[in-house]
């Protein structure tokens, strides 16, 4: 493992409006690793991941990727530089098609060329076979499993150094749920940093490396994942 | 008769080209941030003023259409940095404030004072584009047509054809829709948002400048003509339910085929009938023609 980590989060404090969301949350992720952090609802979760892609500047703290410091980034640059966010609720564009939806992704990370393009298309394709099938309906007609796959490929296509994944388990069932953390587990092994934020610990910890227990706004508990899987009744004490 | 028919029937469709072309300004504009420019007929009328002052001044046609679009291009991108931006952080809809309204409609009544000063409260006769006079006719078929309206449609044909390739076929496309369907979204696929919500209000207003270009030789033009054309477009808008391009294509055209018809035989109020046809139609298809098409997710 690198030396530096690839994202560094050091003693972030956010707010929305006068509100204190975060405390003092400190994380990193290297490249190959993949980091969980996990909390119920309204711990703050999508906040962190928002103050790390600089859609919300934190009031205190420093996010560091890529050995910079990205307080003067805007968070489309930050995507274009490798730190690539899922956000939320998957948001794919339902009115495009899944074969538009794949291209937008590779658009802004200079994949220009047919060549690759193709070569980028047939390994999601691979990945997902469900997205060949599907490439030319509108994307707002996919199962929300395809979706969050569509999501997840989309993100490949940008040549993510960092993927961050909020919540992608959300309403979908157990089946898709393995298939998509299986292949975040395989990214993760083959060198990219993933960073993914879940509700459902256990899934979550299964193919994590390092896991955080988030709550209130504060990391509560931290630890290789091994050692959390392990200790079942505390996470789930931190998450009720 | 028939002749009659068909002359009506090319004049309204070269005022529904023209409706088409402002209604799509209107469109992208909403498509992408959930706002309307309330100047969007005054973008014409000055388009149309300073076309006419170009080409009586001597200027070529072409350079002196090169000449409008630069400026009203510079209009939109004005419009976007100085009225929409600032009234949020994004340039995008909150979907909490209306100041918009207020803000595109004063601007539209100082363009209107703008050109009362510069051209005077009196209605002008724009010289004719594409032939040597207003009325020089080429008989198609055997049927009398003025050229200009002929080559109005023609034209229109031409920019409506490029405005769905930009949307549906560029990189600048795709990043509309997605802005439109959500910006912060659009941001971590690496969109720079602002960029994409000043072209969409440069294009829209260079389409209402290519409408004032071609809409000069057909109509007479004064300083006031704008809100006539801002109120069309948002009926013809409204027909395609504000978010579907077909159905905006369609009822410029089918308007502006019924307007002429109507002055055909009622040259006191026919402007009239159209519109209040409009206003029956919204109230049994509220969300337009296609309503199932909706490409307005929020
Ligand atoms: N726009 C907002 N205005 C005010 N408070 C907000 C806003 N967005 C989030 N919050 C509050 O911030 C806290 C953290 O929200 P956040 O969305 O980060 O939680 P989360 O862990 O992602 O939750 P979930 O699992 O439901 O997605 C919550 O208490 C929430 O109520
Ligand atoms: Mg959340």
Known sequence: ?240 | MLDTYLQILVSGLAMGAIYTLTAKGLFIAHLATHKLNFGQGDFLMVGAFLSMSLIIAGIPVLLAALLVLIALGLLGWGLERLVIRPLDRFGISGGSTYSWILTTAGVALILQNIAELVWGKSSHYSPPLFSEGRDNVIEIAGINMFVEEILVIGFAAVVVAFFYYMLFRTRWGRAVYTVAFNPEAAMLLGINVRRTVVLVFVLASLLAGISGILVGPLITIHPHIGLMFTIKALAVAAIGGFSNPLGILIGGVLFGVAEAFSNYYDSAFGDLYPLIFVLVFLVFRPSGLFSEAQADVR
Request: aromatic share 2%.
């Open chain 1, 1 to 240: 493992m690198s030396s530096t980590p690839l994202l560094q989060v050091d003693a972030i404090d956010a707010s929305i409006g006068v509100i204190n969301i975060l405390h003092g949350v400190s994380l990193s992720v290297s490249s190959g690793e993949l980091v969980t952090v996990i909390g119920a609802n309204g711990a703050g979760k999508t906040t962190l991941l928002r103050v790390i892609s600089n859609l919300l500047k934190p009031s205190v703290g420093l996010v560091q990727f890529d050995g910079a410091p990205t307080t003067a980034v805007e968070a489309h640059r930050l995507a274009r530089r490798g730190l690539i966010h899922v956000p939320q609720g998957r948001q794919i564009v339902p009115t495009l098609s899944v074969l538009d939806n794949l291209i937008i992704g590779a658009e802004r990370s200079e994949i220009v060329d047919s060549e690759t393009l193709v070569e980028n298309l047939e390994r999601e394709y691979s990945r997902f076979p469900v997205l060949r099938e599907r490439k030319d309906l509108a994307a707002g007609s996919l199962s929300g499993g395809e979706q969050q796959m569509l999501a997840v490929s989309r993100a490949l296509m940008m040549r993510p150094k960092l993927l961050m994944l909020d919540e992608p388990s959300l309403g979908l069932a157990p089946q898709i749920v393995k298939t998509i953390l299986n292949a975040l587990r395989q990214l993760a092994d083959e060198g990219l940093a993933v960073l993914l934020v879940e509700q459902v610990a256990m899934a979550a910890l299964s193919v994590a490396d390092n896991a955080h227990v988030l709550r209130n706004g504060e990391i509560a508990l931290s630890g290789t994942a091994s050692e959390l899987r392990r200790d079942k009744a505390l996470v789930e004490s931190y998450l009720g």
